[in-house]
């Protein structure tokens, strides 16, 4: 029987490509994947992010022939740690394919947070700039909220900023980005025809970036969600009644098999380090969830490398086009200095979501303003 979330079975899976008349292939062949995406119950991550970075494309393209202007991401990059290091070239590299201008600004470790402020001000002020996005973790004497939060919120691609983030978490309200890593991990579930609409989801750990955001995307899409964290008791029996379980513990092979339902999609975001003599490195990244055990319950299972971590990268490469196409269609005005911005400024600032979010009662949008200028000048204080 086929399992109850596996793409085979499912109504929402895209059809299999037609056989033509002409075929030689014998009547026994191995029949067609349910999607594109999928070999055999592995989802092929790299496979999506090429769909997406290549839809991307496409569209940057279409921008730069009507307004011969084309968006911009800002990286900042604080400190040498060798695997951020490593993102962010892969971050910029990426741009470069699919035609979006890249900007950087790598500080030392010993950058202050004024300096690393002043980088964002600079990034938010300059209208080539649609997107920014300060590689995490910051040097422990900065205060990454301080920094996240002065994130121009229009051009807040990583969508970390706590008004995009405050907006995931209601009804009836859509932040203008979401974290890349789980509406990737979104994505990766609808594209291969997994449905989640009425499923019980359980995500495993909490985080800000992944976690959290990852239930609220997934409530959104009308899922039955739960949290477990590293005070969760028998996370075990929790795990097991999941149709669709998110893993980003940051825990290596935390999940056995004998935790999921038979059929069960399985999302592994967890990127950990485990050595292994066999590579030139000494070592190997492997998942939250035990790959080889899960795949025999799984419905579906993406791989760590090659399953989430490609489309956290496409899903940046989507959220700055979309930013790109708002400032450069005239939809967003671009921002100011911060120091010359009003109340006023606000207001035009956020009128825009106006498209988002549906008419926006007198009342909503003034405390809208007055929580942005509030924040403003909390902001200000702490500098
Ligand atoms: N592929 C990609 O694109 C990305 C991958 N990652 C990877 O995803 C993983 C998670 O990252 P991130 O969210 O930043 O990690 P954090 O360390 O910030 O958060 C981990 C979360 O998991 C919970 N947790 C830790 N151990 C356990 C446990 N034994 N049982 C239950 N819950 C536990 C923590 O609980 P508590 O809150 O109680 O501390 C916390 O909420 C990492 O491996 C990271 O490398 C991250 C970002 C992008
Ligand atoms: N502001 C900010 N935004 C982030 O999105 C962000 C961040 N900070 N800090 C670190 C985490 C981690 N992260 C990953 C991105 C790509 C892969 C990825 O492409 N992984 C490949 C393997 C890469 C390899 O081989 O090293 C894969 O899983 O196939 C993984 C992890 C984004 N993060």
Redo the contacts with the bound molecule.
Sequence with gaps: MAPENSTASSAAAAPAAPTPATSLAPATATPAPATPFMNGNVIDGKAVAAKIREETAAKVAELKAKYNRVPGLAVVIVGQRKDSQTYVRMKRKACEEVGIASFGADLPDTATQEEVLSVVRGFNANPDVHGILVQLPLPKHIDEQAVLGAISVEKDVDGFHPLNIGRLAMKGREPLFAPC?PVGCMELLERCGIPIKGKRAVV????N???MPAALLLNKRDATVTI?????KD?ESIVRQADIIIA????AQ?VRGSWVKPGAAIID????PVDDKTKSSGYRLVG?AHFEECKEVAGAITPVPGG??PM?IAILLKNTLESGERFISGKLQSSAAPSKRGQKGALARLLPEKEHLGPLSALAAVSLVAGAALQRIVGGVRQ
């Design positions: 890593t495993v750990g909490r985080s970036i992944v976690g477990c964290h590293s005070a969760t996370m980003a513990a940051g825990q935390l975001v967890g990127t950990n939250d989430v971590g956290t």
